[in-house]
């Protein structure tokens, strides 16, 4: 079997292949021009006052940066154990007990009209936008004409110009308060408009829905939008566990459920403390993100929630520790596996690669780490005698090439 190439000369294919697709790419786009007429027509016909229509769409430019961002994806994947240590850090947990004590008022007033924890909310405000202070300077209607007009994500982009049309219909926000991330996510806790106009609300009782300027509005959105994705005020998030020696891996996934309660008659057991009697009979299940050799944690609803926020076990988790540390826990998980570390994006292609060569279906070869690599990975794992935990970490990597050649 042929190895794949490393180093400098997988580099240099690199490199050449991508700027020959993106070139292709380029050739093949529509004029800007064309793709911003037909979307203004498309405005117009959806009842859109004229005048709205003309601000956002005269003398509209693409902005190639965004096009340079959205084409570009990042080669290093960070571990886990790294994100959660910046997420949690000592100067985030600071400034947010410092924002908590300056905005008690608004959080006070979320808290009253929402069963959802403070320091949660606060955690996902330091997450998104350093407690309102990286808010994102980008045009949010550029950044959107140019993702819709890159052709990608053009029904997700052209969504959220629709919702930006609406926004400015209904007096939520002028056009030119319309900024944010060059992704289309604004205001202090980066909601994109559809999610805006669904779940933003005002807590100040000034007509407006103002998630740049009032911490009320935003931590209140926030809390509106976990409330609607089923937050639990009683519950827990995620409890760090440990798991029994003879703990079944073959029949465990991240997506089984089963009763706290369950769990523990296996031999699951917090890593401190002992179990509520209520938590017990919560549902839960096991999150091993950086697979066997390192922590382990039971997640429940409300961690769900947080992922409907963002689709990331990194991100929920992230949240939910620093809302720990808000809290007063001092000490992060230990125990990862430093010396494992993840893919990199060509690596994860290759792993794809070679399992499906020996008979392992990855669902394709697109560099991301997903459920059906997971699984794929797995089976390579039960089929020679290694902990199948699903984890691509370079110990698995080099097990996989291997057995390739």
Do not use: C
Request: hydrophobic fraction near 45%; proline fraction near 4%; aromatic fraction near 10%.
């Amino acid at each position: 079997m042929i190895r794949t190439l490393t180093g400098l000369a997988m580099l240099a294919v690199l490199s050449v292949s991508a700027a020959a697709q993106e070139a292709a790419q380029e050739a093949e786009r529509e004029p800007f021009e064309t793709w911003a007429a037909d979307f203004e027509a498309r405005l117009l016909e959806r009842g859109v006052d004229e005048a709205i229509v003309e601000s956002m769409m005269d003398g509209l430019e693409p902005d190639m940066r965004i096009v340079e961002r959205d084409s570009s994806q990042p080669e290093f994947v960070r571990p886990v154990w790294v994100y959660l240590a910046g997420a949690a850090s000592d100067a985030r947990v600071n400034n947010g007990l410092a924002a908590q004590a300056e905005h008690a008022a608004a959080l006070a007033v979320v808290t009253d009209a929402f069963d959802v924890d403070p320091d949660i909310l606060t955690a996902i405000w330091g997450l998104e936008s350093a407690y309102g202070v990286i808010q994102g300077d980008f045009d949010l209607v550029r950044s959107l004409a140019t993702l819709a007009w890159e052709g990608r994500r053009r029904s997700f982009a052209e969504a959220q110009l629709f919702a930006a049309a609406e926004m400015i219909e209904r007096g939520y926000a002028r056009r030119d308060e319309l900024k944010g991330s060059w992704a289309g996510a604004m205001g202090q806790t980066q909601f994109i408009p559809t999610t805006y106009l669904e779940r933003a609300v005002d807590m100040t009782g000034d007509g407006r829905r103002d998630i740049w300027e009032e911490e009320a509005d935003a931590l209140g959105s926030a809390a509106n939008l976990l409330t609607q994705a089923g937050w639990d005020g009683d519950a827990p998030v995620v409890f760090e566990v440990t798991l029994p020696d003879d703990f079944d891996y073959a029949a465990w996934s991240p997506t089984r459920r089963r009763a706290a309660s369950a769990w523990a008659l296996d031999g699951v057991r917090l890593a401190d403390g002992e179990w509520a009697a209520d938590d017990l009979y919560r549902s839960g299940r096991i999150l091993i993100p950086a697979g066997a050799s390192g922590p382990a944690f039971m997640v429940f609803s409300n961690f769900d929630a947080l992922l409907r926020y963002n689709n990331s076990t990194a991100y929920a988790l992230g949240v939910a520790y620093l809302a720990k540390r808000l809290d007063g826990l001092e000490a992060l998980p230990d125990g990862w596996p430093e010396d494992d570390v993840p893919l990199t994006r060509t690596q994860a292609s290759e792993l794809q690669q070679a399992l499906t060569d020996l008979g392992y279906d990855t669902g394709g070869v697109d560099g991301m780490i997903g459920p059906n690599s997971r699984a794929a990975l797995r089976d390579f794992q039960r089929a020679n005698g290694v902990t199948p935990d699903g984890y691509a970490g370079s110990r698995m990597y080099e097990a996989v090439m291997a057995a390739g050649n």
